[in-house]
């Protein structure tokens, strides 16, 4: 059963011209935030190395001996047939869009896509290296006029390179009020196509709760 506010279908794009910044991670928890919110949500996989859909493969699984653990299904889709494939997601109250880091190589598909969004998140780890190529990928997100917010992951807010990283970031564009902090066992349940957010009581979910509330404001949903 839906709840969504109606206003039909929304998409959030997640992307980052950085490898290994989190856009996989980000992308599974919010498809289970909104499965446990009642949401049909399917998440459009256009990463060759089709991390997300693996995942799912595994979910599947998973669920297959613990059907209590919410349903989230993964379509593995090409970038160079992008609007096809946004298809897929038709009937659906939320897609989430999960790419590749090498946006430079696919700017028409990623603008295509970031067009056909609600909301683009990029995540962005704390280094230096991460934000070089995240503040210019940003600010050109939000001069082109699409809604783009930056979700800071690996974040340790005790140390002052955080603060400095996080000041250059929001001087170049949106950035979410809640960072994902750095989590030692966050691939543990990814093993089973699980997320922290399928263990109530796991360390380390009111982050990514936060973020989903925030997505949820921002996208009207
Ligand atoms: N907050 C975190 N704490 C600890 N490890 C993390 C965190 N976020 C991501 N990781 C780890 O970093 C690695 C990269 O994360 P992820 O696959 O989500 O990045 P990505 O941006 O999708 O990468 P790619 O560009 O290759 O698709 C994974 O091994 C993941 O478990
Ligand atoms: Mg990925």
Redesign the pocket.
């Known amino acids: 059963m839906s709840r969504s506010r109606g206003g039909g279908q929304r998409t959030i794009l997640i992307s980052?011209p950085k490898?290994?910044?989190?856009?996989?991670?980000?992308a599974r928890h919010l498809l289970v935030s909104a499965a446990q919110a009642g949401l049909q949500s399917i998440g459009l996989d256009f990463?060759r190395?089709q991390?997300l859909t693996k995942w799912s493969m595994r979910r599947a699984q998973t669920r297959d001996a613990f059907p209590d653990f919410a349903d989230v299904p993964v379509a593995p889709v090409v970038l160079q047939d992008w609007r096809a494939s946004l298809r897929q997601a038709n009937g659906y109250d939320l897609a989430v869009l999960?790419t590749?880091?090498s946006v430079e190589d696919h700017l028409p598909a990623i603008d295509g896509l970031a067009r056909a969004a609600n909301l683009v998140l990029v995540?962005a780890v704390c280094t230096q290296d991460d934000v070089e190529a995240v503040g210019p990928w940003i600010r050109s997100l939000t001069d082109k006029g699409f809604r783009a917010v930056v979700v800071l992951?690996?974040a340790n807010r005790r140390t002052s390179s955080f603060a400095r990283m996080r000041g250059t970031l929001i001087k170049a564009g949106p950035v979410c009020p809640t960072e994902?902090?750095?989590?030692?066992d966050?691939?543990v349940p990814?093993v089973k196509g699980l997320t922290l957010l399928d263990y109530s009581k796991s360390r380390g979910i009111a982050p990514f709760e936060e973020i989903w509330a925030f997505v949820r404001r921002e996208i009207e949903l």
């Open positions: 980052s490898g290994g910044s989190g856009k996989s991670v980000l990463d190395q991390t999960d590749p880091p995540p992951n690996r994902i902090p750095q989590l030692e966050i691939h990814a």
